[in-house]
């Protein structure tokens, strides 16, 4: 089981960035997939996920703003983030677990990919 996410960069204040989590080696509709964040000197936090059947969940720190879609035929999620703010900066991961269930609780999640990362500057 392999995650691969990609698509972090350095923008400013107020721009989209869409990150793109890769899937390979599991059936990609058996798994809730997460996104997970960790800013410069705070702990990891859940930002979205989206369970194995396509319902999603939101930090309030970024609903309205962020958007998790997938494409099942690539097995790949994707977030959309828009309106971003310095705030927004972290290292993005993105993770797999087993089941469909709505939660950012991370020991739920087996799998995980490397981090991007997103710098928002101001």
């Known amino acids: 089981v392999q995650l691969q996410a990609s698509g972090g960069g350095l923008v400013q204040t107020g721009v989209s960035l869409r990150l793109s989590c890769s899937a390979s080696g599991f059936t990609f509709t058996d798994y809730s997939i997460g996104w997970f964040r960790q800013a410069p000197g705070k702990e990891r936090e859940g930002v979205s996920c989206v369970s194995g059947i396509g319902d999603t969940y939101y930090a309030d720190s970024v609903e309205g703003r962020f958007t998790m879609s997938s494409d099942n035929a690539k097995n790949t999620v994707y977030l959309q983030m828009n309106s971003l703010k310095p705030e927004d900066t972290a290292v993005y991961y993105c993770?797999?677990?087993?089941?469909?269930?709505?939660?950012?609780?991370?020991?739920?999640?087996?799998?995980w990919g490397q981090g991007t990362l997103v710098t928002v500057s101001s």
């Open positions: 993770a797999a677990g087993l089941g469909s269930y709505l939660t950012t609780e991370e020991s739920r999640y087996r799998y």
